[in-house]
């Protein structure tokens, strides 16, 4: 921290004078510029080769179509998508598939932050770049396991253009390159200013966003020998609610289509309404009020039915009063604030030496809203048969009848059914991330070099509010301290003491020192021959402490990472031009970890020109995935699933079909932390065709094949599921189970799981395939200018190999449910997109596609084919056929430029306002999946801006 510190003061005194079409590219569309040194590990200017260089070779090339698959996406393009954020603009990339994290998603470890998954193989195996370096991660693991970098911290005013490697790039980049690599490279230099304004808002309601953004900087290198650049961001977006939406996004009520009522207040799927509802009891152990196992008469009300509830009744429970808790509290998208600052001054020293530093700060801030806690919570302390005495036990009313109780006059407990409408429950979590890098690159003989210095640190606080103490709960419930029937006449006093304020700093650090070099060697017929070599040491650190440390508060995961490490690597590039028509590229990396060893990633690609507009490539390489601190370090997480018990027939039989048996309740599950675990390798394959016919109409045809062995992952907690259900026992070795409250209306049946634990193990392999289509033409019908792309990419195969040998597929289904939090693997993505330009307007329209998907995971439900959501019968509701529809979107954009300085700026994203997919089995939202259709939840959305350049 102090070292990041210092790096920031000094260059904020130097950075201080200067404060005052188609959507992607299968190639870079201009020569990268001499003066930026970050595309790869290596991006020095050469004589002998031309000055550019693509992500995923470590030499500048002549020919920008390299053996390996790369799309660009320009500045430009980017303006043209209507995307405001870096976060959109990647993941709206076809190859961006299972595991990905949208903004949206709240209900996650990693809620405030955004992440992108090639070849769906989630976001741990993506690596992510700023100007050919890493970045620091973000300070809280996906999934309490998987490390990433959130795409919020990357300004989206300096972008020059983004590159995505998909392809295997461990020979260059080390570990975590296997999916492939996202480079976001910013601009180089800039001369002049600008700035945009901007404003949005939802059709349906909500979401109302503003956006400005400027930049300014000058100097020429040539004369002035220097440039500078400074750019400022900052982007408000208000939230959206459930209950501005339709049936059936505003509740988890689906009876009236078949499905189960997951409306909070019937007793007996322990989810109380803010009214509570109480039962006449016993305790099973004499004086513990945890322990309320027989009703000896039907639920009631503890008073009317306010709160936007309303009186139901039910045979064999009683009256309570239900309650939407969706309508109520429910958002679709949370209030979200982003900005910052970013400055960049380069010298030209002399004619072959420049240098630059550049600062950055970006900070991230949301709000997010949940529902109030339930008194009947599993984790945890199982409170879910907590009862009210008759006589209170504690406080200044010792011995006197509890006012709680109705039943206290009788001496008879009260079951307690009640949610915390008075202790409202809000999150916010506020990331910050500073970054420096200084750069000098140039000459030395027949070497060009390259060595930066990268300083980066990000840190986030959180803040949790609403979130009951189990001590003061236990307090609050034998003196009678709380007034459970009028929850509006307790103390701000007793709030705060049932529910303090939490909140914990996480933080992580990657501070890094990369040297390249390349030079020609010799002469081949088909050109120079090149030679790049690199070597990089760097110090990785990650401290997120524990919100929930000693158990005290009911409902909240325990999550805690910390560890940190350092690594060090050297590699090699050689590539050789052996005819006019075929070039060959060899590589390699040593990587050494002071945490898990050492590791050798090799590759070699080819690529043949049989026609000057057809060429024919493909590589071959190996890669790794270091364990993360989540995985090796001294840590552990609990998360939460949903389970619907509905599916274990005989489970629901032996409870006569109740709601205990049959309504979808949060199971929690428990991974620590294993200091042995092994790296994940990776074998990755390439084979495609390029050909170019015309001037005005290029494709590209890709096959990729990825093999993953020593796959880290949690115990298969979806096999102890089903094994616990078929027989009371997990059936895993090292996996263990704590049991739920009991059924108190099916004695001596199976009582349903709480929470299961286990601990990291290297125990799969996996394998995925498929292909990737690029399609780009552009045409000139006299002053009017056409260009369009189609991109996209289907996967053939997703499989998970256990192992016992039995192979879980997950390609069009909503599976690995619990790696992609349920958003599950569609088969098919693309997007279609068409610009018109004439004189001085501009006109986008892109069409996203996402295909549908079975309702079914093989890593849960009861087995291969299974319905993930069924009703108490067992079988599928709405839709019958057990399958998730297509999702299909089309975004418009338009600009028109009314003079050289002044443009103004429209779009209408989902401009047909097609409504998601109804999604009942995705927990990370209800019933629509945000990571596919998040924009049909938003639904038709309007923004207008202006551009004002000088």
């Not at 040194?37 to 200017?45: D, E, G, Y």
């Not at 108190?744 to 125990?763: D, M, Q, V, W």
Request: glycine share 10%; hydrophobic share 35%; with cysteine.
């Amino acid at each position: 921290m102090t070292r990041n510190k210092l790096a920031l003061s000094l260059a904020g005194l130097l950075l201080a004078p200067i404060a005052g079409t188609a959507f992607a590219q299968s190639t870079p569309a201009t020569t990268q510029d001499a003066s930026q040194n970050q595309a790869a590990p290596s991006q020095a200017n050469t004589k002998q080769l031309q000055t550019i260089t693509v992500t995923g070779s470590a030499l500048p090339r002549v020919d920008t179509e390299t053996p390996s698959p790369v799309t660009v996406i320009t500045a430009q393009q980017i303006a043209r998508s209507g995307f405001t954020t870096i976060s959109d603009v990647v993941r709206s990339i076809s190859a961006d598939n299972s595991g990905s994290i949208p903004n949206a998603f709240t209900n996650g470890f990693a809620a405030g932050a955004s992440g992108v998954a090639l070849r769906g193989l989630t976001v741990n195996s993506t690596l992510v770049l700023i100007d050919g370096h890493r970045a620091a991660s973000y300070p809280v693991s996906d999934d309490g396991e998987r490390s990433f970098v959130d795409l919020n911290t990357i300004p989206i005013a300096a972008v020059e253009r983004i590159e995505v490697l998909k392809d295997g790039a461990s020979s260059l980049y080390g570990a975590d390159a296997i999916a492939g690599v996202v480079n976001i490279i910013l601009k180089p230099g800039y001369q002049g200013v600008e700035g945009t304004a901007d404003i949005g808002n939802s059709q349906h309601g909500g979401g109302f966003t503003k956006k400005a953004t400027f930049l300014a900087g000058g100097g020429d290198l040539d004369t002035d020998h220097y440039n500078a650049y400074f750019s400022a961001q900052y982007e408000m977006d208000n939230p959206i609610y459930n209950r501005t939406r339709d049936y059936p996004y505003n509740t988890k009520d689906l009876s009236g289509i078949g499905g189960p009522n997951g409306a909070w207040g019937n007793p007996a799927t322990f989810a109380g309404s803010t009214v509570g509802a109480v039962a006449p009891g016993t305790v099973a152990a004499g004086g513990n009020t945890l322990t309320g196992a027989t009703q000896v008469g039907p639920w009631q009300p503890l008073g009317a039915c306010t709160n936007g509830t309303q009186l139901t009744t039910t045979t064999g429970v009683g009256s309570y009063c239900q309650q939407n808790q969706v309508a109520q509290y429910g958002e679709v998208q949370p209030q979200t604030e982003q900005g910052g600052l970013y400055g960049r001054v380069t010298f030209k020293i002399n004619d072959t030496t420049k240098a630059y530093l550049s600062v950055g700060y970006m900070e991230s801030k949301m709000w997010a809203q949940f529902t109030p806690q339930q008194v009947q919570v599993s984790t945890p302390n199982n409170t879910n048969n907590i009862a009210l005495p008759p006589i209170l036990t504690s406080g200044p009313n010792k011995g006197q009848l509890n006012p709680n109780d109705p039943f206290a006059a009788q001496d008879e407990y009260a079951l307690l059914n009640y949610a915390f409408g008075d202790i409202p429950q809000d999150n916010t979590y506020n990331n910050h991330n500073a970054r420096v890098v200084g750069d000098i690159s140039g000459e030395v003989g027949e070497w060009n070099y390259d060595a930066a210095l990268v300083l980066n640190h990000d840190w986030l606080t959180t803040q949790q509010s609403g979130f009951i103490s189990y001590p003061a709960l236990l307090n609050a419930v034998s003196s009678g301290s709380y007034n459970f029937i009028n929850p509006s006449a307790n103390s701000a006093a007793e709030i705060a003491a049932l529910s303090p304020n939490l909140s914990k700093q996480s933080t992580s650090d990657l501070d890094s020192l990369d040297l390249s070099a390349n030079r020609s060697l010799f002469d081949l017929p088909g050109g120079s021959a090149g030679l790049a070599v690199g070597a990089q040491f760097r110090y990785e650190a990650q401290n997120d402490p524990a919100l929930n440390p000693d158990d005290l508060y009911q409902g909240l995961g325990i999550a805690q990472t910390k560890g940190d490490r350092n690594v060090s690597g050297a590699y090699a590039e050689f590539d050789m031009p052996l005819l006019d028509s075929l070039e060959v590229d060899a590589s390699g990396r040593f990587d050494h970890y002071s945490d898990v060893g050492n590791n050798f990633s090799p590759k070699v690609g080819f690529k043949w020109k049989p026609l000057d507009w057809v060429a024919i490539r493909g590589t071959f390489s190996k890669g790794f995935r270091a364990p993360s601190f989540a995985e090796n370090g001294s840590s552990s997480a609990e998360g939460f699933v949903t389970l619907n018990p509905a599916q274990y027939t005989n489970f629901v039989n032996a409870h006569g079909g109740d709601a205990y048996s049959t309504v979808p309740y949060s199971l929690a599950e428990y991974t620590v932390a294993n200091p042995n675990i092994k790296p994940e390798k990776a074998t990755n394959f390439t084979f495609g065709v390029v050909v170019q016919p015309t001037s005005w109409l290029n494709a590209s045809l890709d096959y990729y094949d990825i093999k993953k062995t020593n796959v880290i992952t949690g115990p298969d907690f979806g096999d102890a599921i089903n094994n616990y259900f078929a027989t009371g026992q997990t059936g895993i070795t090292g996996v263990t189970v704590i049991p739920d409250a009991a059924d108190n209306s099916a004695k001596g049946a199976l009582i349903r799981p709480a929470e299961f634990i286990g601990e990291y193990i290297n125990a799969n392999s996996l394998k995925t395939d498929g292909i990737d289509l690029d399609l780009q033409g552009h045409w000139d019908f006299g002053s009017i200018h056409y260009v369009s792309e189609l991109q996209g990419t289907e996967i053939f195969n997703w499989r998970m190999v256990l192992p016992n040998g039995q192979v879980e597929s997950f390609v069009g289904t909503q599976g690995p449910y619990n790696l992609s939090s349920g958003a599950g693997t569609p088969r098919t993505k693309g997007s279609w997109s068409n610009t018109v330009s004439y004189g001085p307007a501009s006109v986008t329209a892109t069409l996203y596609y996402t295909s549908g998907f079975a309702e079914t995971a093989e890593d849960v439900g009861v087995g291969p084919g299974s319905c993930l959501e069924t009703n108490a019968a067992g079988t599928a509701f709405l839709p019958s056929s057990c399958y998730i529809g297509s999702f299909t979107d089309l975004d418009l954009t338009g600009s028109y430029a009314i003079n050289s300085h002044v443009s103004i700026t429209a779009s209408i994203m989902n401009a047909l306002d097609r409504k998601p997919p109804f999604d009942p089995a995705d927990y990370a939202a209800v019933n629509y999946n945000p990571t596919y259709s998040y924009a049909g939840i938003v639904g038709r959305f309007y923004n207008l801006g202006v551009k004002v350049k000088f």
